[in-house]
């Protein structure tokens, strides 16, 4: 049956390095022009982070992101997602004081600790010069991404609550829904809860089909109706996983944090890239891709 398809845009994430790719957006404007771009193409959410654009270094600096979220609100209504992950290396004051201060429709909530593994990317990329941050991507080894119990729960009370945001909830492995269960039994997040079945970081669970009827079998069990899901997938498995998802009901996030491809072999040149392919094999499946807000409905943001 045709359904709307919630596509998310994740614009420029902290995990690729600029000399990954020359098309991933570092500077307020050039995130702005790509987030607007991604919305044109078919994202009803952008999920944003910003960077310092001298050297493009993941930031926490509310300025800049008061400055993307200013320039993509003046051109477009897709519902702006904040990050509060962050980078791993990131206090958790510095994680949430852009959302503190914009106080935005929605936000990403991560629902556990872990190791989150970059240092793979650095042997992947040996072809591109790696004149940023050298060692950043092998420090990753002794990082841990931190969102404990009470780091959740004051995420929960700093930014949710009546009129605040809505989350996205990251869930790197089955682990992360138990937590899910436990908070919206609880009260402190509020049903339907969108939730953001995270596939293929090192650390987490891997990005495998099986994997994903895993995730969802044991989101049915422990949600129940309680609960809309979409599906991030790292790396070439950005869409094949993306496209599963669709097909079991769900929703789809695609974008340069998560996959600085669009095919092998072969970088995406732009955000928009790669959402118009989703929108091409959404709508070939027989369905449509939500507008705005038509997310806001299905999710209850802005409610
Ligand atoms: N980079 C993704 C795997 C966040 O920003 O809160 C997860 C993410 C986390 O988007
Ligand atoms: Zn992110």
């Known amino acids: 049956m045709s359904r709307p398809v919630i596509i998310t845009c994740a614009v420029t994430g902290s995990i690729h390095t600029p000399t990954m790719s020359p098309y ?4 307020p404007q050039a995130i702005a022009d790509q987030a607007v771009e991604a919305a044109q193409a078919g994202a009803a959410i952008l999920h944003l982070h910003a960077r310092d654009p001298a050297t493009g270094l993941p930031s926490s600096d509310p300025a800049l992101f008061e400055e993307i979220v200013g320039r993509i609100g003046a051109r477009c209504d897709a519902v702006l997602n904040l990050s509060t992950g962050g980078s791993s290396r990131m206090t958790l004051d510095e994680r949430l004081a852009a959302a503190r201060r914009l106080r935005p429709q929605m936000c990403s909530l991560n629902m556990g600790s872990m190791n989150f593994g970059l240092f793979p ?9 790696h004149d940023w941050e050298p060692g950043f991507l092998e420090a990753t080894r002794s990082v841990i991404f931190r969102n404990s119990f009470e780091d959740i729960e004051t995420i929960l009370g700093d930014l949710g609550g009546a ?5 996205e909830l990251e869930c790197y492995d089955v682990g992360h829904l138990q937590t899910v269960a436990f908070y919206l039994e609880k009260g ?3 049903a339907p809860v969108f939730v953001q079945f995270v596939f293929g970081v090192l650390g987490g669970i891997d990005a495998a089909p099986e994997q994903l009827m895993h995730m969802k ?3 049915d069990r422990l949600l129940g109706t309680n609960y809309r ?4 997938a790292a790396g070439r498995h950005q869409m094949p996983l993306g496209t599963m998802g669709v097909i079991l009901g769900g929703h789809v996030r695609v974008g340069l944090e998560d996959n600085l491809s669009i095919a092998r072999g072969r970088l995406a040149t732009s955000n928009a890239e790669q959402v118009a392919k989703i929108r091409r094999i959404v709508e070939e499946l027989g369905h449509r891709i939500a507008t705005p807000d038509e997310a806001r409905a299905e999710l209850g943001i802005g409610t």
């Open 163 to 167: 009129g605040g945001a809505r989350f």
């Open 217 to 219: 079998a044991t989101a």
């Open 121 to 129: 990317l650095a042997g992947r990329y040996t072809d591109w010069k």
């Open 24 to 27: 991933l957006p570092l500077t």
């Open 188 to 190: 402190l997040i509020k």
């Open 229 to 232: 899901f979409s599906v991030l």
